[in-house]
Structures are given as C-alpha cells and as structure tokens.
C-alpha cells in the first residue's frame, strides 16, 4: 500500500502559487531597481547642474544664462519629482508583492509539514499492520506445530 496525500492538488496549487508570485516579487523588484536608478541619476545631474551654477555665479555670468540653468533646474526638480513618486509606487507594490510571497510560504509550509505528518503516521501504521501479520503468521505456525 502507497501513501497517497488528500491535499495533494491543494500543496501543488500553492506551490505553482508561490512560483508565480516569486516570478511577480523578482519583475517588481526590478522595476523598483530601474526606477529608483533613474531617480538617483537625475538627482545627481540636479546636483551637478546646481555646483555648475554656482561656480558661473563666483566667476561671473550673465543672468541670461543663469536664467536658462535655473529653468533647466526647475525642469529637473519636476521629474524628480515625478521620479519620486513612480519609485514610491514601485516599492509599494514590490513590498506588497514580498509580503504576498511570505504569506504564501507560510502556507504551503503548513501543507508541506502537514504532508509529511500524515505520512509518518501513514508508515507507522503500515509497520503496525505488517507487526500484526508477522504476529498472526507466527501463532498459526506454533499452532501448527503442536
């Protein structure tokens, strides 16, 4: 006699369920990796545009031109901006996305260990049964004998 588990089909459908929302955690974090890069970046160009600025100012420029790196800050401050709130989202829902990922390993933690008591108990029993058989084989054979 086998061992066959009831909840099979349910412990293979949370498996393929923690597979997939791996697969989800992995893209999520990546955009979030992107997205955050891209933020980083154009907060170092505002940095840099901001240290040119200010060297033209201590050497002198004309306010044409001061006008058009200011533009070009502001410009910048907006995407940043823009940046900043796609990479807040990003790691919302790479968070959301690992908390999923968690719960469902709790999960099918449960259904696993649950698997593997019923099929301690299964064998234990299977060792009882073919204890009794020996046993019952042993006095028909004594019995036998006399």
Do not use: C, P, W
Not at 18 to 35: H, P, R, W
Not at 57 to 71: D, F, K, N, P, Y
């Amino acid at each position: 006699m086998t061992f066959e588990y009831t909840l099979q089909k349910v412990l293979d459908l949370k498996k393929r369920q923690k597979e997939e929302l791996q697969q989800q955690y992995s893209e999520a974090m990546n955009t979030f990796e992107t997205v955050a890069t891209k933020l980083y970046h154009l907060l170092k160009q505002r940095e840099k545009l901001e240290e040119q600025a200010r060297e033209k100012i201590a050497v002198g420029t004309s306010i044409h031109e001061l006008q058009q790196r200011e533009m070009l800050i502001v410009q910048l401050h907006q995407e940043i901006q823009q940046q900043q709130r796609a990479t807040s989202l990003a790691r919302e829902r790479m968070d959301k996305k690992h908390r999923d990922l968690q719960a469902i390993s709790i999960e099918l933690k449960k259904y696993e260990k649950m698997k593997q008591q019923k099929q301690e108990r299964f064998l234990l029993e299977e060792k009882k049964r073919e204890q009794q058989i020996m046993d019952e084989l042993s006095v028909q054979a004594f019995a036998f004998r006399v």
